[in-house]
């Protein structure tokens, strides 16, 4: 299927989700998380959930990483394709900017080559942990700019499609994806 077509799909998905889905299958895939071997790395790149897109809830994932004591990285778009990694600390002050996208507004900035996990946002996903995101290209950007050994962790409420039909070469597939039911790793 083509990515503009899953993007349709999974929008009206996401859009039927009720709140309490959302939280629960979100806790759920926290907890999966809990069985990849990732837990001995240092930094941890997480996204900031947008509730008004429905995506998975990341507060659950941000407090394991709180209570193992790791270094998480929040991500701040600074132009049309481009984030930067904040490291969250006690004065980290979160807005939303003007896509409702939640923030870091400013602090001390990582480098993209210490991250050592990425936790994705999607849409959907293949059987061969190809992603399609939103269609900006930000997450392709910062995965470029990352480690060849940075671990990929797509979240996403729904199982894997069969195959996505229109990839181009600048495609990062991930390593896992993590979804209420299972874990897919690639």
């Known amino acids: 299927m083509l990515k503009k077509d899953l993007r349709l799909i999974y929008s009206e998905r996401r859009e039927n989700l009720t709140s309490e889905t959302i939280s629960d299958s979100s806790l759920l895939i926290a907890n999966r998380l809990l069985q990849l071997p990732i837990w001995n790395y240092s930094y941890y ?3 900031l ?3 008004e897109k429905k ?3 990341t507060s659950y994932i941000m407090s394991i990483l709180q209570g193992k004591d790791k270094n998480i990285l929040l991500p701040k778009m600074v132009d049309d394709q481009n984030l930067i990694n904040y490291l969250l600390t006690d004065s980290t002050h979160i ?3 003007r ?5 870091p507004v400013d602090g001390i900035e990582v480098p993209p080559e210490k991250i ?17 995101g939103y269609g900006k290209g930000f997450y392709d950007v910062l995965l470029n700019k990352c480690r060849s050994d940075v671990v990929k ?3 996403s409420f729904f199982k894997a499609e069969e195959n996505i039909e229109d990839l181009e070469p600048h495609d990062i597939p991930l390593n896992f994806c993590v979804t209420p039911d299972r874990v897919y790793s690639f």
């Open 95 to 97: 807005k939303k900017n």
């Open 116 to 132: 050592d996990v990425v936790f994705l946002p999607l849409m959907a996903f293949d059987q061969k942990g190809h992603r399609v």
């Open 55 to 57: 995506e998975v809830d």
């Open 99 to 103: 896509w409702n996208i939640p923030e």
């Open 49 to 51: 959930s947008i509730t």
């Open 45 to 47: 790149h997480l996204f």
């Open 153 to 155: 962790i797509g979240l």
